[in-house]
């Protein structure tokens, strides 16, 4: 069972957003090219462990843990009876080579060394061990999601580190020889006491020049056409009710200027004052949370995901015509294969659910 969900991160989310008001550096433009293709890898590893099933598991994604002194980044771990299993996933494409400690891609060398990057997560994991009394196994694979590698290792004494696309059905498949009870939910339990937030903050571009204004969902274009109740993008058709307009801008304004506050006043010129203050204001009150009082109120965005924060506050608007987004309250779907007995566990604006595995 996923007891945790698949996000994007903070620095990915930021260059997003900068893209469809600003224009984004070389360096930006790489580095967004990179996390796209990072999330695109694990949403795919997740696709094939769900086709597979987890039920019996306890599956952790893309969590930061604070263990003693130290911080370490999972792209997913396991937990079962008598261990933990760290999967460091790959999007790589392309012909690669590990040898003798160094990678290589089309026979060049690279910085990044996976290796080195799983081995350091299980050395942190280990301490774990002599923090909570529990014994357990640490162990460890690197999985390579894309099908379009092609990986020389011949020299490598450890080949079962390597997990490629065309085995990691039958990879996950082998996961469930493990079982998953009482001690599994008791380490599963250890492991989420210990999430964090990511420590590093986001790397805002403060000479990015940001457009303010109404811009399209589909396609960023600003051509847009206000009408009564909704907007419509002249480059490319898009319709978009002023609800979601507002909820959207929103959180862009609050990923492109992480320090400020947000008010009525500051999306309704973020929205370039296409938007009437009382429709902002109604929709802020609705789908974000208040604080303080006249002058000095403003709005928390603690959410990124757009249709998350329309799925919590019940969005349903009658001139919503984007499949993606018609009805997202039946998106309400209770967890599967897990029973009704849970555990709590709350840290500071952050609350996670274990679960008892069926």
């Known amino acids: ?49 769900e086709e597979v099933g987890h039920n019996r598991l306890y599956v952790f994604r893309d969590v930061w843990l604070g263990i003693r002194e130290s911080k370490v980044q999972l ?34 060398q690279i910085s990044e060394d996976p290796v080195s990057q799983v081995s350091i997560a299980v050395n942190k994991l280990l301490k774990l061990r002599y ?18 590698m092609i ?14 696309r065309n085995r990691l059905k039958q990879y996950f498949r082998s996961l469930h020889n493990n079982t998953s009870g009482h001690s599994a939910k008791g380490l599963a339990e250890e492991v989420a006491r210990r999430i964090i937030k990511p420590p590093h903050p986001v790397s805002v571009n403060e000479s990015a020049k940001v457009r303010f204004g109404v811009n399209c969902h589909k396609c960023s274009s600003f051509d847009i056409m206000i009408k009564r109740f909704c907007s419509e993008c002249q480059a490319c058709g898009c319709v978009e009710p ?33 938007i009437n203050c009382q429709s902002v204001q ?28 329309l799925i919590e506050g019940g969005y349903d608007s009658s001139y919503e015509h984007d499949q993606d987004f ?15 007995l849970r555990i709590k566990i709350v840290y500071p604006k952050v609350a996670y659910h274990v679960y008892e595995c069926k």
């Open 1 to 49: 069972m996923f007891v945790t969900e698949r996000r994007k991160s903070a620095n990915h989310i930021y260059l997003e957003v900068l893209e469809t008001r600003s224009g984004l550096s070389g360096k930006e433009k790489r580095d967004l090219k990179r996390y796209r293709s990072g999330y695109e890898g694990e949403r795919d590893y997740d696709a094939v462990l």
């Open 131 to 148: 923090d909570t009394g529990v014994h357990f196994e640490v162990q460890k694979e690197i999985v390579f999601v894309n099908p379009y």
């Open 242 to 274: 002023f609800e979601r307009l507002i909820v959207r801008a929103a959180i862009e304004f609050s990923v492109l200027f992480p320090g400020e506050k947000m008010t009525r006043r500051k999306i309704h010129e973020f929205l370039g004052g296409a």
């Open 282 to 309: 109604r929709r802020l009150s609705r789908y974000f949370v208040k604080e303080g009082d006249g002058k000095q109120s403003h709005y928390l965005v603690p959410e990124h995901d757009l249709k998350k924060v």
């Open 75 to 108: 792209d997913t771990l396991i937990v079962a009876d008598d261990r933990l299993i760290v999967n460091e996933i790959k999007n790589y494409s392309g012909s690669y080579s590990y040898e003798d400690g160094v990678w290589k891609v089309r026979g060049h």
């Open 326 to 340: 018609i009805s997202t309250n039946k998106d309400r779907v209770p967890e599967s294969g897990v029973s009704h």
């Open 151 to 164: 990986f020389d290792h011949t020299d490598y004494k450890n080949p079962e580190l390597f997990v490629m």
